[in-house]
């Protein structure tokens, strides 16, 4: 019970650093990329996790399921935004290099921490493949925010077909 109120309250300081960043960059850039990484971080969930079967989750109560899924739904996002807009920045290489590496560590500590709380269980899985599977998140996002910026910054219309 304590893990859910300290997700909730990460969850409540991750939200309100994404109004942060969208002071600080476009709104529509971070809504999309929100949406982008809450999509990426599903789906590779669910191949790792039901697909491929390479964890396993604990007996599911509502409890275990709503503290794996708040940080699923805000604070990896959160973090991964944040993570984009350093990568993009004019910052040095070198801290750009010191920000992956607390970015990634702190995502994948997430899944340590329930790991550790016994919510999950890493069958065939470890800490390397969990730090592969969020930089190919990181590298997809990357991908997507720069045509992201640069649809907005040309000011076209996507087309249906």
């Not at 340590?112 to 709380?117: A, C, S, T």
């Amino acid at each position: 019970m304590m893990s859910l109120w300290i997700f909730l309250s990460f969850a409540i300081i991750a939200f309100i650093s994404l109004y942060i960043l969208s002071r600080k960059t476009n709104v529509s850039t971070v809504l999309g990329n929100y949406f982008g990484a809450n999509v990426l971080i599903t789906i590779t969930g669910v191949i790792i996790n039901i697909n491929l079967q390479l964890t396993k989750q604990s007996p599911t109560s509502h409890l275990i399921f709503w503290t794996q899924k708040i940080p699923e739904l805000s604070l990896k996002p959160a973090l991964l935004l944040w993570f984009i807009y350093f990568l993009f920045s004019t910052r040095s290489n070198f801290s750009k290099c010191i920000h992956a590496v607390i970015f990634l560590t702190a995502l994948v500590s997430i899944e340590i921490y329930f790991v550790h709380m016994k919510y999950l269980q890493w069958v065939n899985w470890n800490v390397f493949y969990s730090y592969l599977r969020y930089c190919l998140i990181t590298l997809l996002l990357a991908i997507y925010t720069f045509y992201l910026k640069k649809l907005s910054l040309n000011d076209k219309e996507v087309r249906a077909i």
